[in-house]
Protein backbone atom coordinates (compact mmCIF):
# COMPACT_ATOMS: atom_id res chain seq x y z
CA UNK A 1 0.00 0.00 0.00
CA UNK A 2 3.22 2.32 0.95
CA UNK A 3 4.15 2.20 -3.17
CA UNK A 4 0.87 2.55 -4.77
CA UNK A 5 -0.38 5.28 -2.48
CA UNK A 6 2.55 7.53 -2.71
CA UNK A 7 2.43 11.01 -4.69
CA UNK A 8 4.16 10.10 -7.86
CA UNK A 9 5.40 13.67 -7.06
CA UNK A 10 7.84 12.07 -4.81
CA UNK A 11 8.63 9.06 -6.82
CA UNK A 12 12.88 8.21 -7.34
CA UNK A 13 13.06 11.02 -4.94
CA UNK A 14 15.58 10.34 -1.78
CA UNK A 15 14.00 10.67 2.05
CA UNK A 16 15.68 13.28 3.26
CA UNK A 17 17.34 14.68 0.63
CA UNK A 18 17.56 18.38 -0.45
CA UNK A 19 15.23 17.21 -3.59
CA UNK A 20 12.89 15.25 -1.12
CA UNK A 21 12.47 18.44 1.15
CA UNK A 22 11.55 20.68 -2.24
CA UNK A 23 9.10 18.14 -3.50
CA UNK A 24 7.03 18.25 -0.47
CA UNK A 25 7.09 22.00 -0.45
CA UNK A 26 5.29 21.94 -3.69
CA UNK A 27 2.68 19.04 -2.44
CA UNK A 28 2.02 21.21 0.36
CA UNK A 29 1.04 24.25 -1.73
CA UNK A 30 -0.63 22.34 -4.12
CA UNK A 31 -2.78 20.44 -2.22
CA UNK A 32 -5.27 22.91 -0.76
CA UNK A 33 -6.25 20.84 1.93
CA UNK A 34 -2.59 19.92 2.93
CA UNK A 35 -1.63 23.60 2.88
CA UNK A 36 -4.75 24.80 5.00
CA UNK A 37 -3.76 22.60 7.28
CA UNK A 38 -0.22 23.58 7.32
CA UNK A 39 -1.68 27.19 7.58
CA UNK A 40 -3.54 25.95 10.63
CA UNK A 41 -0.81 24.28 12.33
CA UNK A 42 1.83 27.08 12.04
CA UNK A 43 -0.92 29.91 13.06
CA UNK A 44 -1.41 28.27 16.16
CA UNK A 45 2.22 27.54 17.00
CA UNK A 46 3.17 31.58 15.93
CA UNK A 47 0.46 31.89 18.43
CA UNK A 48 2.51 30.62 21.29
CA UNK A 49 5.75 32.08 20.34
CA UNK A 50 3.81 35.85 20.96
CA UNK A 51 2.87 34.67 24.79
CA UNK A 52 6.07 34.96 25.59
CA UNK A 53 6.44 38.26 28.02
CA UNK A 54 6.24 41.37 26.73
CA UNK A 55 9.82 42.28 27.30
CA UNK A 56 11.05 39.17 25.30
CA UNK A 57 8.94 39.52 21.92
CA UNK A 58 11.85 41.18 20.39
CA UNK A 59 13.79 37.83 20.37
CA UNK A 60 14.21 35.42 17.66
CA UNK A 61 12.15 32.49 17.13
CA UNK A 62 13.40 29.15 15.86
CA UNK A 63 12.21 26.03 14.00
CA UNK A 64 13.71 23.08 14.27
CA UNK A 65 13.48 20.01 11.50
CA UNK A 66 12.37 22.97 8.99
CA UNK A 67 12.82 20.95 5.52
CA UNK A 68 12.61 23.94 3.05
CA UNK A 69 11.13 26.09 5.52
CA UNK A 70 7.16 26.73 5.42
CA UNK A 71 6.72 28.78 7.59
CA UNK A 72 8.26 31.74 6.11
CA UNK A 73 5.21 31.84 3.87
CA UNK A 74 3.57 33.22 7.25
CA UNK A 75 6.12 35.05 8.97
CA UNK A 76 10.13 35.29 7.13
CA UNK A 77 11.59 36.28 10.02
CA UNK A 78 11.55 32.96 12.05
CA UNK A 79 15.40 31.26 11.34
CA UNK A 80 14.72 27.88 9.90
CA UNK A 81 16.94 24.94 10.50
CA UNK A 82 17.63 21.45 9.89
CA UNK A 83 20.22 18.55 10.16
CA UNK A 84 20.08 18.88 6.53
CA UNK A 85 22.20 20.92 4.48
CA UNK A 86 20.62 23.53 1.68
CA UNK A 87 17.25 23.50 2.65
CA UNK A 88 17.15 26.07 5.93
CA UNK A 89 19.09 28.62 7.06
CA UNK A 90 21.21 26.92 9.39
CA UNK A 91 22.22 23.46 10.06
CA UNK A 92 21.65 22.42 13.71
CA UNK A 93 21.58 19.41 15.77
CA UNK A 94 19.13 19.95 18.35
CA UNK A 95 20.97 18.35 20.95
CA UNK A 96 23.20 21.42 20.78
CA UNK A 97 21.55 24.74 20.01
CA UNK A 98 24.12 27.20 18.74
CA UNK A 99 22.61 30.13 20.86
CA UNK A 100 23.23 31.75 24.02
CA UNK A 101 21.83 31.45 27.00
CA UNK A 102 18.11 33.05 27.61
CA UNK A 103 18.04 34.37 23.88
CA UNK A 104 15.25 32.75 21.82
CA UNK A 105 11.35 33.92 22.68
CA UNK A 106 10.27 30.01 21.05
CA UNK A 107 11.06 26.95 19.71
CA UNK A 108 8.59 25.60 16.63
CA UNK A 109 8.65 21.93 15.80
CA UNK A 110 6.26 20.35 13.23
CA UNK A 111 6.93 16.85 13.05
CA UNK A 112 10.30 17.19 14.04
CA UNK A 113 10.22 16.36 17.98
CA UNK A 114 9.79 12.60 17.63
CA UNK A 115 13.35 12.60 15.41
CA UNK A 116 15.37 13.56 18.10
CA UNK A 117 17.34 10.87 19.04
CA UNK A 118 18.37 11.97 22.29
CA UNK A 119 15.31 14.41 23.27
CA UNK A 120 16.45 14.57 27.23
CA UNK A 121 19.67 16.74 25.92
CA UNK A 122 17.50 18.67 23.35
CA UNK A 123 14.85 19.93 26.02
CA UNK A 124 18.00 20.93 28.47
CA UNK A 125 19.26 22.78 25.38
CA UNK A 126 15.94 24.62 25.03
CA UNK A 127 15.20 24.92 28.62
CA UNK A 128 19.07 27.18 28.96
CA UNK A 129 18.40 28.95 25.18
CA UNK A 130 14.53 30.30 25.84
CA UNK A 131 13.60 33.03 27.69
CA UNK A 132 12.04 32.92 30.86
CA UNK A 133 8.48 32.05 29.74
CA UNK A 134 9.40 31.51 26.20
CA UNK A 135 7.97 28.19 25.06
CA UNK A 136 8.63 24.77 22.81
CA UNK A 137 5.26 24.52 20.53
CA UNK A 138 4.75 21.52 18.46
CA UNK A 139 2.56 19.22 15.89
CA UNK A 140 3.29 16.48 16.43
CA UNK A 141 1.75 12.41 15.71
CA UNK A 142 -1.59 12.09 18.28
CA UNK A 143 -1.78 9.11 20.53
CA UNK A 144 -5.33 8.60 19.41
CA UNK A 145 -6.58 4.73 18.79
CA UNK A 146 -6.90 5.41 15.04
CA UNK A 147 -3.48 7.12 15.14
CA UNK A 148 -1.60 4.59 16.84
CA UNK A 149 -3.14 2.12 13.65
CA UNK A 150 -2.38 4.40 11.08
CA UNK A 151 1.09 5.28 11.91
CA UNK A 152 2.24 1.79 12.85
CA UNK A 153 0.63 -0.37 10.31
CA UNK A 154 1.35 2.50 7.21
CA UNK A 155 3.88 5.12 7.64
CA UNK A 156 7.76 4.19 6.87
CA UNK A 157 8.81 5.42 10.66
CA UNK A 158 8.42 3.90 13.45
CA UNK A 159 5.56 3.95 16.30
CA UNK A 160 6.53 2.36 19.35
CA UNK A 161 4.17 3.13 22.34
CA UNK A 162 5.48 0.53 24.23
CA UNK A 163 9.18 1.58 23.87
CA UNK A 164 11.25 1.63 27.35
CA UNK A 165 13.33 4.67 26.44
CA UNK A 166 13.19 8.06 24.82
CA UNK A 167 16.26 7.36 22.99
CA UNK A 168 16.97 5.60 20.07
CA UNK A 169 19.93 4.97 17.52
CA UNK A 170 19.93 7.31 14.62
CA UNK A 171 21.28 6.50 10.96
CA UNK A 172 19.06 7.86 8.98
CA UNK A 173 17.45 11.33 10.07
CA UNK A 174 13.98 10.64 8.26
CA UNK A 175 13.80 6.63 9.12
CA UNK A 176 14.77 6.15 12.37
CA UNK A 177 12.48 7.71 14.80
CA UNK A 178 9.55 6.66 16.85
CA UNK A 179 6.36 9.03 16.59
CA UNK A 180 5.05 7.92 19.24
CA UNK A 181 7.12 9.90 21.37
CA UNK A 182 5.00 13.22 22.20
CA UNK A 183 2.96 11.15 24.12
CA UNK A 184 5.73 8.97 26.15
CA UNK A 185 7.65 11.91 27.16
CA UNK A 186 4.61 14.28 28.13
CA UNK A 187 1.70 11.92 29.07
CA UNK A 188 3.12 8.10 29.70
CA UNK A 189 6.09 9.47 31.58
CA UNK A 190 5.01 12.81 32.97
CA UNK A 191 6.59 12.50 36.11
CA UNK A 192 10.17 11.02 34.86
CA UNK A 193 9.54 14.77 33.03
CA UNK A 194 8.99 16.62 35.75
CA UNK A 195 11.51 15.11 37.84
CA UNK A 196 14.13 15.59 34.84
CA UNK A 197 13.43 18.99 33.67
CA UNK A 198 11.61 20.92 36.65
CA UNK A 199 11.98 24.12 34.51
CA UNK A 200 9.63 23.22 31.84
CA UNK A 201 5.54 22.26 31.96
CA UNK A 202 3.17 21.12 29.17
CA UNK A 203 0.97 24.24 29.88
CA UNK A 204 -1.00 23.33 26.75
CA UNK A 205 -2.15 20.57 24.41
CA UNK A 206 -4.99 20.44 22.15
CA UNK A 207 -5.96 17.57 19.01
CA UNK A 208 -6.23 18.78 15.23
CA UNK A 209 -8.52 18.82 12.39
CA UNK A 210 -8.04 14.78 10.48
CA UNK A 211 -10.29 14.44 7.96
CA UNK A 212 -9.36 16.83 5.36
CA UNK A 213 -5.87 15.55 6.09
CA UNK A 214 -6.32 12.15 5.94
CA UNK A 215 -8.82 12.48 2.63
CA UNK A 216 -6.20 14.77 1.16
CA UNK A 217 -3.37 12.07 1.34
CA UNK A 218 -1.34 14.52 3.21
CA UNK A 219 2.10 15.42 2.33
CA UNK A 220 3.39 12.00 1.03
CA UNK A 221 0.18 10.04 -0.57
CA UNK A 222 -1.80 10.70 -3.32
CA UNK A 223 -5.63 12.07 -2.55
CA UNK A 224 -8.17 10.07 -1.86
CA UNK A 225 -10.87 12.65 -2.58
CA UNK A 226 -11.56 14.46 -6.11
CA UNK A 227 -10.55 18.48 -5.50
CA UNK A 228 -14.47 19.54 -6.42
CA UNK A 229 -15.28 18.13 -2.60
CA UNK A 230 -13.07 20.28 -0.73
CA UNK A 231 -15.11 22.62 0.54
CA UNK A 232 -17.41 20.28 1.97
CA UNK A 233 -14.75 18.28 3.52
CA UNK A 234 -13.78 21.55 4.67
CA UNK A 235 -17.09 21.89 6.68
CA UNK A 236 -16.88 18.07 7.87
CA UNK A 237 -14.01 18.96 9.99
CA UNK A 238 -15.55 20.19 11.89
CA UNK A 239 -18.63 18.16 12.19
CA UNK A 240 -16.37 15.68 13.04
CA UNK A 241 -14.79 17.16 16.16
CA UNK A 242 -16.07 15.15 18.60
CA UNK A 243 -14.86 11.91 17.26
CA UNK A 244 -11.19 13.64 17.76
CA UNK A 245 -10.46 11.37 20.72
CA UNK A 246 -10.81 8.31 18.39
CA UNK A 247 -9.69 9.58 15.28
CA UNK A 248 -7.00 12.92 15.45
CA UNK A 249 -4.37 11.91 13.74
CA UNK A 250 -2.01 15.07 14.90
CA UNK A 251 -2.01 17.26 18.37
CA UNK A 252 -0.61 20.36 19.53
CA UNK A 253 1.59 20.59 22.44
CA UNK A 254 2.76 24.17 23.94
CA UNK A 255 5.64 23.39 26.68
CA UNK A 256 6.16 26.52 28.77
CA UNK A 257 9.74 27.71 30.66
CA UNK A 258 9.07 28.87 33.62
CA UNK A 259 9.39 32.63 34.33
CA UNK A 260 11.54 32.56 37.26
CA UNK A 261 13.50 30.11 35.36
Known sequence: MKSRWTHPGLAGIEIGSTQWFEAQLRLIEGKPLVRRCYD?????????????????????????????????HLRPDVVTSDVVRG????????????????????ILLVHAFHHVPQLTLFLSEALRVLVPGGVIAM?????????????STFHPEPYDDR?????FDQEHSMLDSNQALSWIVFFRDREKFR?????????????????????????????????????????????V?????????????????AVDG
Open 163 to 167: ADHWD
Open 139 to 151: IEVAHTPFARFFF
Open 195 to 239: RALPGLRLEAWDHLPWLSYLLSGGVNLRSFAPPWLNPAIRGLDWL
Open 87 to 106: VADMVIDARSLPFRDRSLRA
Open 241 to 257: QPLDGLFAIHWHLRIRK
Open 40 to 72: LWYRRLLEDADTVPAEYRRQPVLELGSGCGYVK
